[in-house]
């Protein structure tokens, strides 16, 4: 009888943090898998813009709403990889803030992607004078989104990445790239983990090639 009142306790859990999403958030979501992974690349440019519109629309109908956030932040920092140099440190910058805005509310939320989220922005954008890019910051940040979410694809893999490209730290990185390619599959976002699980095979290989020089 305990067993199964904990069981029922951690369905109607899951159940409720699912709930959470919106249909608005849920469609950003799923727009954002399409425009970066099926959209061709001088395409991408006018698609994001397009996207990161809705996303702050949504952001703004809903101030409250962490998940909105960290999906406007997400948005706009991919934005921020396809924009020009001109338009790529603002909307950088406003990833930061939507991802701050969002751990202020929940870091929690979405298994701490704004946590990862916003470490991959630290490594990414470049450092001062120029921007706010910081290892040590990116470090900080990517290891809280492995620890609330120490199985999952994207976690794992940008803490990978982070690792390769950084540190220099392969057998850590091949770990982690490890857990990255035997993630769960998520049921809600095939397009996601297929174009991730592509990036996780070119990492690996990437990965391999240093460890046996």
Same mark, same amino acid.
């Given at each position: 009888?305990?067993?199964?009142?904990?069981?029922?306790?951690?369905?109607?859990?899951?159940?409720?943090?699912?709930?959470?999403? $919106? &249909?608005? /958030?849920?469609? /950003?979501?799923?727009?954002?898998?399409?425009?970066?992974?099926?959209?061709?690349?001088? &395409?991408?440019?006018?698609?994001?813009?397009?996207?990161?519109?809705?996303? $702050?629309?949504?952001?703004?109908? !809903?101030?409250?709403?962490?998940?909105?956030?960290?999906?406007?932040?997400?948005?706009?920092?991919?934005?921020?990889?396809?924009?020009?140099?001109?338009?790529?440190?603002?909307?950088?910058?406003?990833?930061?803030?939507?991802?701050?805005?969002?751990?202020?509310?929940?870091?929690?939320?979405?298994?701490?992607?704004?946590? $990862?989220?916003?470490?991959?922005?630290?490594?990414? /954008?470049?450092?001062? *004078?120029?921007?706010?890019?910081?290892?040590?910051?990116?470090?900080?940040?990517?290891?809280?989104?492995?620890?609330?979410? *120490?199985?999952?694809?994207?976690?794992?893999?940008?803490?990978?990445?982070?690792?390769? &490209?950084?540190?220099?730290?392969?057998?850590?990185?091949?770990?982690?790239?490890?857990?990255?390619? !035997?993630?769960?599959?998520?049921? $809600?976002?095939?397009?996601?983990?297929?174009?991730?699980?592509?990036? /996780?095979?070119?990492?690996?290989?990437?990965?391999? &090639?240093?460890?046996?020089?």
């Amino acid at each position: 009888m305990k067993k199964l009142l904990l069981l029922l306790s951690a369905v109607s859990f899951l159940a409720q943090a699912q709930a959470q999403m $919106t &249909d608005e /958030v849920a469609a /950003v979501q799923k727009q954002w898998a399409v425009v970066n992974y099926q959209i061709p690349e001088d &395409d991408k440019d006018a698609a994001f813009e397009k996207l990161s519109e809705v996303a $702050t629309q949504l952001v703004l109908d !809903n101030p409250k709403n962490a998940q909105a956030l960290v999906w406007e932040g997400i948005v706009y920092s991919t934005y921020a990889g396809v924009a020009g140099t001109f338009s790529a440190g603002k909307l950088a910058k406003h990833a930061k803030k939507s991802f701050e805005a969002a751990i202020k509310l929940d870091g929690s939320i979405l298994n701490g992607s704004a946590y $990862t989220s916003l470490g991959v922005l630290y490594y990414k /954008v470049p450092g001062w *004078p120029l921007s706010f890019g910081n290892d040590k910051k990116a470090m900080k940040y990517l290891k809280r989104g492995i620890a609330l979410n *120490p199985d999952g694809i994207d976690s794992n893999y940008f803490y990978a990445e982070f690792l390769f &490209d950084e540190e220099g730290d392969y057998k850590l990185a091949k770990q982690h790239v490890l857990k990255a390619q !035997n993630a769960a599959p998520r049921p $809600t976002r095939p397009l996601a983990d297929s174009g991730r699980q592509a990036e /996780v095979k070119s990492l690996m290989a990437k990965i391999d &090639d240093e460890l046996e020089d």
